[in-house]
């Protein structure tokens, strides 16, 4: 089965969960960006974050962005989700290579370094909401239980996993888990959750060894009354088009756009979310001008 996402909640709803597999997708990421693993392993950790913070947003337009402005190789991380299973996502250099860290593993948190996770909610207000914290280690999940903590005050575990083939750079396996304690939940629930957790495996291995989302959280939550109350498919998927990047060159209006035709050459622009290139002739520019001319003249 290709990836999903479920949610569910345990202990007579204290304590509320997701998780998500996400192989599939992180492998068409690392297609279209050419990834390297230590991006792919970034990249995918922050995409199943994103897609279980966005699955979490109440209205049908939401958007959930995830920004690691970071002082690492890999420059800078965008992954934007929505509350429909979408998520898209790049990183400033998709070709970081990095040696494996001090456990043998993939040095998520050495690409990404030192600076800030922004988490903007896009919920159609003017502005979005924007959360802001320190990165922590770089290694995404425990970045994102931080910015739980300290910026929405929700106690969390979060648990994020890529398993990369190093022979060929595609993805074996990729996904993860958050598990939310809600206000007032009993002491003993927490003990009990806090030894089911310290006791559960990496994501990869539960996964490597045919686990799934359910069986995952089962794993955790069996003791506490889980249930789980939605099931959903997720993708990569950009909502780019042709018609949204001629807007874009109308929006830079028509100075730009005659210098570009004075050029005398077609014009390439890329979409950095999903590496779509769009060309455009001098004779599209043209007509593009001419479209942003009218958009002048208008009172
Ligand atoms: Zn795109």
Redesign the pocket.
Known sequence: MSDYLVRATAANDFVRAFAVTTRDLTDEARKRHGFSPTVSAALGRAMAGALIMGADMKGEKDLLTLQFLCEGPIGGITVTADSHGNV?GFAENPDVYLPPNEYGKLDVGGAVGSGRLRVLRDIGLKEPYVGEVEIQNGEIAQDLTYYFAVSEQIPSVVALGVLVNMKDNSILQAGGYVIQLMPDCPEEVISQLEKACTAAEPVTTLLQNGGTPESILEGILKDLGMHITETMPVRFR???SRERVEKALIAMGPKELRSMILDGKPVSLN??????DYEFTVDELTAILEKAMKGVKKP
Do not use: V
Not at 271 to 276: A, L, P, V
């Open positions: 898209k950009c909502d780019c979409c950095h979310f999903c590496n779509t």
